[in-house]
Nanobody
Framework: QVQLVESGGGLVQAGASLRLSCAAS????????MGWFRQAPGKEREFVGAIRWSGGNTYYADSAKGRFTISRDNAKNTVYLQMNNLKPEDTAVYYCAAQGWGRNTIATTESYDYWGQGTQVTVSS
């Protein structure tokens, strides 16, 4: 059974940094794309970025470029989202997701097969 477990969220002040983790288990993810999404209250879930487990290519939404970095640790089967210079508008529940091979997009929620339970990030001004 596939499990994605996020951790690392919390309450921080604007300008601070947080690193979210997504521990993946239950299958081999070597051909998967691992995505990060977020959902603020009253808004739709939006794409933050993604990483190809094989090769490590990364992709980011415009809102994340320059501040967020996605990485992976193959030995730990864990993907990370490093968030720097956080802003109040980054406040949301952050979700990790896994997408199987051969999808033609990485930025839509529908294209992902597995989801974590989410972790809350709150940035105060």
């Amino acid at each position: 059974q596939v499990q994605l477990v996020e951790s690392g969220g919390g309450l921080v002040q604007a300008g601070a940094s947080l690193r979210l983790s997504c521990a993946a288990s239950g299958r081999t993810f070597s051909n998967y794309v691992m995505g990060w999404f977020r959902q603020a209250p009253g808004k739709e879930r939006e794409f933050v970025g993604a990483i190809r487990w094989s090769g490590g290519n990364t992709y980011y939404a415009d809102s994340a470029k320059g501040r967020f970095t996605i990485s992976r640790d193959n030995a730990k089967n864990t993907v990370y989202l490093q968030m720097n210079n956080l802003k109040p508008e980054d406040t949301a529940v952050y979700y990790c997701a896994a997408q199987g091979w051969g999808r033609n997009t990485i930025a839509t929620t529908e294209s992902y097969d597995y989801w974590g339970q989410g972790t809350q990030v709150t940035v105060s001004s």
